[in-house]
């Protein structure tokens, strides 16, 4: 009790411990992950809301409901598409990329989920208009570590870290 008592107290302490600066360096490092999940990417501003990993997918109508491959996960970006240009553009998907042993694997191919709130199907969004949608993409589980997203139309290349992929 006492050895617990002293790690809480050296967490919220004001002076330099150990404790203190893990929980100072976790926060740098989620604040700036969290600031690279946004960006001008061609004419829109994109935003990632958030990333998950299921092993199926669920839309509430067992007919358009993704079936479980045990070989493989779904990761669902769920992002926020807005127009910043004067006239009506069309987004795109993108791809995302995991890296493994210093090898980037992307995938470009979103699964067809017919479900409303899933993909983008071809819907141009006139200007200022947002889009919130949830894109799936279906990775192995064999791979793990740092995902990034890469918006469709993206001239500068600019990658948006995702989420971390646990081992399955």
């Known amino acids: 009790y006492a050895i617990?008592?002293?790690?809480?107290?050296?967490?919220?302490?004001?002076?330099?411990?150990?404790?203190?600066?893990?929980a100072?360096?976790?926060?740098?490092?989620?604040?700036?992950?969290?600031?690279?999940?946004?960006?001008?990417?061609?004419?829109?501003?994109v935003t990632v809301n958030d990333c998950t990993i299921s092993k199926s997918i669920d839309t509430g109508n067992r007919y358009t409901a993704v079936k479980p491959d045990p070989d493989a996960r779904y990761l669902t970006?769920?992002?926020t598409f807005k127009n910043t240009d004067n006239e009506g553009?069309?987004?795109f998907e993108g791809s995302l990329f995991i890296s493994k042993d210093g090898k980037d694997y992307k995938f470009d191919t979103t699964e067809s989920v017919m479900s409303e709130g899933y993909g983008i199907r071809l819907r141009s969004l006139n200007p200022l208009v947002?889009?919130?949608?949830?894109?799936?993409?279906?990775?192995p589980n064999e791979l793990s570590g740092d995902v990034y997203w890469k918006p469709g139309?993206?001239?500068?290349?600019k990658k948006l870290w995702c989420t971390h992929l646990p081992p399955a």
């Open 4 to 22: 617990l008592f002293c790690r809480v107290g050296a967490i919220g302490s004001n002076s330099t411990n150990a404790y203190n600066m893990y």
């Open 24 to 45: 100072t360096n976790y926060l740098k490092e989620l604040q700036e992950k969290q600031g690279s999940m946004r960006g001008q990417v061609g004419y829109f501003d």
């Open 153 to 157: 139309r993206n001239a500068e290349d």
């Open 77 to 79: 970006v769920n992002a």
């Open 89 to 91: 553009r069309l987004p």
């Open 130 to 139: 947002k889009l919130t949608t949830k894109i799936v993409y279906k990775v």
